[in-house]
């Protein structure tokens, strides 16, 4: 059966082909063989001829004998193979092959442990994975900045809901540090009752708070303090946060960061407001009452010294390093050339620009809507930075609308002119919208890059390309959405919401500071004088 299965195998087929073409090359090579039935044996042939013949056959035993040996060797081959395997395994659960995996995990392990720590951020909002301004922000302190954690670890043993969340703050807090560099530094206070470390906590503003009806309060605050061991500890400069409240886990790196930045800069930079908005408050003549300051000052403030600059000033102060321009509508020759000024020498700017501001729309008794101030733009300084804007365009989007509902029980329909920026209009490698997921916007204007410009323009905030520029009149005084698809038509381009601008740029007054109107004016009155 062995030599059936080996003649049938691919190597039996292969022996028998090579043989059979040596032995046809021999015989070949011999005069023909015939059968001699002649009563004389006339074509009987010579015993020289004879041995040949037999020595083909001969040579054909041996090959056949050949492949059978070859194939003795092939599974003796694989006999011998399947005997290591097992000796392997065999080896594995030896005692001394288990010693030697021990042994290569110890190593593994060793040589882990002196590598970077890998984490993976699993949370649904990926709370933990900290923004590249964080990690620029703590990597670049000057100096090191110490983080101390009150929290009543002991006190909350049978308080699982608040330790799971204490946890989560300390590895959020230890992700910070290692950003760091070395730059900040963590330390986990427990303060217990009548101990130093209650007292630490109640000279830096740290109060326990009440958990359930006359129980214990509990710790639960962070110090940010300047780590400089020359100065004494009353005088160094510290921040506190009293209490991390559970609600607001989804800013803690938000609020941690603005501790950082209050200590490492005590000295706030300067924000100066320019606007014609009351967004710092004011007063409403329509109503006759005092208007509340937008929430968004509030945020800046924590952060920053917000000083509002009138609208008809002449000069920007050099001590303010960013200008933020709202709403900028109706400004003088003198207050343009004074922005110009400070982006001139160097100055931070953030422009707001508004075709139609939905804020600066009044309702008259009759329900009308009245424009007042809708517009706004920069003459001749958007030019000279190398952008292009026409303020009398609003950017509608059929991709991006959103469906807002325009009255009480009136069913939600789609507004082109209220957009809805998801990741896709957004730049995804940019820090500033990098981690952004979804803006509301209403009645924005479009941003182009000017022709022969000198400087660089980065688009952030784009619409989809199933867009158009609609006249802003058009949105003005809308109550059916839906009339605005009767004049939409795509223009199938992407255009730019919102952009950073940099590079070299000239001023927009090369001539100098223009000439004030009352300057003018005296001016004026001096000529027609001396002509008299």
């Known amino acids: 059966m062995t030599k059936i299965k080996f003649l049938f195998s691919a190597t039996g087929l292969l022996t028998v082909a090579v043989a059979l073409l040596v032995s046809v090359g021999l ?51 694989k006999r011998t193979r399947r005997r290591l395997a097992m000796t392997k395994i065999k080896f594995l659960f030896s005692g001394t092959g288990l010693l030697t995996v021990a042994v290569a995990l110890l190593v593994s392990v060793g040589l882990i442990s002196a590598l970077p720590s890998i984490r993976i951020d699993l949370t649904e909002d990926d709370l933990f994975s900290l923004a590249d301004g964080t990690r620029n922000i703590v990597y670049g302190l000057e100096e090191p900045i110490e983080l101390l954690f009150f929290y009543s670890e002991s006190a909350t043993e049978d308080q699982p809901q608040i330790r799971s969340y204490g946890t989560r703050v300390q590895e959020l807090l230890r992700e910070i540090v290692i950003a760091s560099g070395g730059n900040l530094v963590l330390s986990i206070v ?86 014609t908005l009351d967004i710092d408050g004011g007063f409403d003549p ?88 809708m517009r706004s733009d920069l003459p001749g300084l958007l030019e000279a930075w ?7 365009k609003v950017l509608t989007d059929n991709t991006l609308a959103l469906r807002v509902q325009m009255g009480q029980g009136s069913r939600p329909v789609a507004h082109i002119g209220m957009i809805g920026a998801n990741r896709t209009a957004l730049a995804g490698d940019d820090i500033i919208t990098r981690r952004l997921e979804n803006l509301n916007l209403s009645s924005v204007g479009a941003l182009a890059p000017r022709d022969g410009a000198t400087t660089r323009f980065e688009p952030l905030i784009q619409s989809s390309s199933d867009a158009m520029l609609m006249n802003a009149s058009l949105l003005e005084d809308v109550l059916d959405p839906s009339v605005l698809f009767d004049e939409f038509v795509s223009a199938n381009e992407r255009y730019t919401i919102a952009a950073r601008v940099s590079g070299v740029i000239s001023s927009a007054f090369p001539e100098g500071r223009p000439v004030s109107q009352d300057a003018a004016a005296d001016t004026s009155e001096e000529e027609t004088e001396a002509d008299d």
């Open 386 to 392: 190398g952008v292009d804007y026409a303020s009398d």
């Open 286 to 373: 329509m109503t006759g009452q005092a208007t509340q300051q937008w929430m968004i000052t509030d945020y800046i403030r924590q952060l920053y010294d917000l000083r509002r600059i009138e609208t008809d000033t002449e000069i920007i102060e050099e001590d303010v390093d960013i200008l933020m321009i709202v709403h900028p509508e109706g400004l003088s020759e003198q207050t343009l050339y004074a922005i110009d000024q400070h982006v001139m020498r160097g100055g931070e700017t953030f422009v707001f620009l508004d075709p139609t501001a939905d804020s600066m729309v009044s309702r008259s008794e009759r329900g009308s809507m009245i424009p007042a101030g």
């Open 190 to 275: 427990d303060p217990e009752p009548f101990s130093e470390e209650e007292d630490l906590a109640t000279q830096y503003g740290v109060q326990p708070v009440p958990v359930t009806q006359g129980g214990q309060g509990i710790y639960f605050g962070l110090v940010a303090v300047e780590l400089d061991n020359e100065k004494a500890p009353a005088l160094r400069v510290s921040e506190t946060m009293p209490l991390i409240r559970p609600d607001q886990e989804q800013f803690l790196e938000y609020e941690f960061m603005q501790l950082v930045t209050r200590v490492a800069n005590p000295d706030l930079k300067v924000v100066g407001l320019l606007t």
């Open 27 to 77: 015989i070949s090579a011999l005069p023909s063989i015939r059968i001699d039935l002649t009563e004389d044996d006339l074509f009987s042939l010579a015993d020289g001829t004879r041995n040949i013949v037999s020595i083909c056959f001969s040579l054909l035993h041996l090959l056949a004998r050949g492949s059978l040996r070859a194939l003795s060797l092939l599974k003796l081959r």
